[in-house]
């Protein structure tokens, strides 16, 4: 593909027809220079050909992979490109080969955070860019196709059974979203407020209406200690853990205090440690939860 004919005529295109900030066109024919896009002025080619000589892993996952790159780098102007190999986005594919390493890694490494502007690194958006490569990290490295997982990663209709229910201080709310989108991305069924809840729903009611089909409860000691209504919900799920053994995870969360001491009930509990997690403690935990359910089953 001559990469500038092709994106001149681009430009006319989207000239006439601009109705969104970003513009990204997929292709399978190849670059002359073996790239995988290039772009300016917010329009950006994606050339995707020869997928499946350089991975083995679903092309979907790809594109997520290289869309979340061009808005970090382009869009939100996070670190700069690395000439070599090191499993941040920013790596700069001279071997187009290492796009599989990269999406099973999938991260924003220290020194690029660190050449990023702290506004940036606190907005919204980057958030959920960091999130969606945890989720491209956690299907890639189980060679799953995110488009397969997505309706994991929906809210629960009424009446489904929950696999674990998200006890959490509101206040560490951002962090406690990112864990239940990164559980849902493995096929895990959450209960977590902001989606089984509708407008106007008393959370207390709901959750002791659902409360018989959860099998495990998370409680999620951060920052911000306990919330008005953790202890209650808390003694709730004791009561169904005497009843029906019901799995109680205590999951440290980034933030929450070196030594946390945790309530009397809990220090019975093997604790799950994120803080700093290479990803081997979350796969535990969604380890016990998968067996939770299949006991329940």
Same mark, same amino acid.
């Given at each position: 593909?001559?990469?500038?004919?092709?994106?001149?005529?681009?430009?006319?295109?989207?000239?006439?027809?601009?109705?969104?900030?970003?513009?990204?066109?997929?292709t399978?024919?190849?670059?002359?220079?073996?790239?995988?896009?290039?772009g300016?002025?917010? %329009?950006?080619?994606?050339?995707?050909?020869?997928?499946?000589?350089?991975?083995?892993?679903?092309?979907?996952? *790809? @594109?997520?992979? @290289?869309?979340?790159? +061009?808005?970090?780098?382009?869009e939100?102007?996070?670190?700069?490109?690395?000439?070599?190999?090191? *499993? #941040? %986005?920013?790596d700069?594919?001279?071997?187009?080969?290492?796009?599989?390493?990269?999406?099973?890694?999938?991260?924003?490494?220290?020194?690029?955070?660190?050449?990023?502007?702290?506004?940036?690194?606190?907005?919204? +958006?980057?958030?959920?860019?960091?999130?969606? $490569?945890? +989720?491209?990290?956690?299907?890639?490295?189980?060679?799953?196709?995110?488009?397969? =997982?997505?309706?994991?990663?929906?809210?629960?209709?009424?009446?489904?059974?929950?696999?674990?229910f998200? #006890?959490?201080?509101?206040s560490?709310?951002?962090?406690?979203?990112?864990?239940?989108?990164?559980?849902?991305?493995?096929?895990?069924?959450?209960?977590?407020?902001?989606?089984?809840?509708?407008?106007?729903?008393?959370?207390?009611?709901?959750?002791?209406?659902?409360? &018989?089909?959860? &099998?495990? #409860?998370?409680? +999620?000691?951060?920052?911000?200690?306990?919330?008005?209504?953790?202890?209650? =919900?808390?003694?709730?799920?004791?009561?169904?853990?005497?009843k029906?053994? #019901?799995? %109680?995870?205590?999951?440290? @969360?980034? &933030?929450?205090?070196?030594?946390?001491?945790l309530?009397?009930?809990?220090?019975?509990?093997?604790?799950?440690? $994120?803080? &700093?997690?290479?990803?081997?403690?979350?796969?535990? $935990?969604?380890?016990?939860?998968?067996?939770?359910?299949? %006991?329940?089953?």
């Amino acid at each position: 593909m001559d990469y500038e004919e092709e994106y001149e005529a681009l430009v006319q295109l989207v000239a006439h027809k601009k109705s969104s900030d970003i513009s990204i066109f997929l292709t399978s024919v190849p670059f002359e220079d073996n790239f995988f896009y290039k772009g300016q002025d917010n %329009i950006y080619l994606v050339s995707l050909s020869g997928w499946h000589h350089l991975t083995d892993l679903p092309i979907a996952n *790809g @594109i997520a992979y @290289i869309i979340t790159s +061009i808005l970090l780098k382009y869009e939100l102007d996070v670190g700069d490109n690395h000439d070599v190999s090191t *499993g #941040c %986005i920013n790596d700069f594919m001279w071997d187009k080969s290492i796009i599989d390493a990269g999406m099973r890694a999938a991260f924003v490494c220290e020194h690029c955070r660190s050449n990023t502007k702290a506004t940036v690194l606190t907005s919204k +958006i980057f958030r959920h860019l960091i999130s969606v $490569l945890d +989720i491209i990290s956690t299907q890639s490295r189980r060679g799953h196709d995110m488009l397969e =997982e997505i309706v994991s990663a929906l809210p629960s209709l009424p009446g489904t059974a929950f696999d674990i229910f998200l #006890c959490h201080n509101s206040s560490d709310k951002p962090a406690v979203r990112l864990l239940n989108t990164r559980l849902k991305a493995t096929g895990i069924k959450t209960w977590f407020d902001e989606e089984a809840l509708l407008p106007g729903q008393v959370w207390q009611d709901e959750l002791e209406r659902q409360i &018989g089909s959860i &099998g495990a #409860c998370a409680v +999620i000691v951060g920052p911000n200690g306990e919330g008005p209504w953790q202890e209650n =919900e808390r003694r709730v799920f004791i009561n169904e853990f005497i009843k029906r053994s #019901c799995l %109680i995870v205590p999951v440290l @969360i980034t &933030g929450a205090s070196a030594v946390p001491t945790l309530p009397l009930f809990l220090q019975q509990f093997m604790w799950c440690d $994120l803080r &700093g997690d290479d990803g081997n403690q979350f796969d535990r $935990l969604v380890q016990s939860i998968r067996m939770r359910r299949h %006991i329940s089953v």
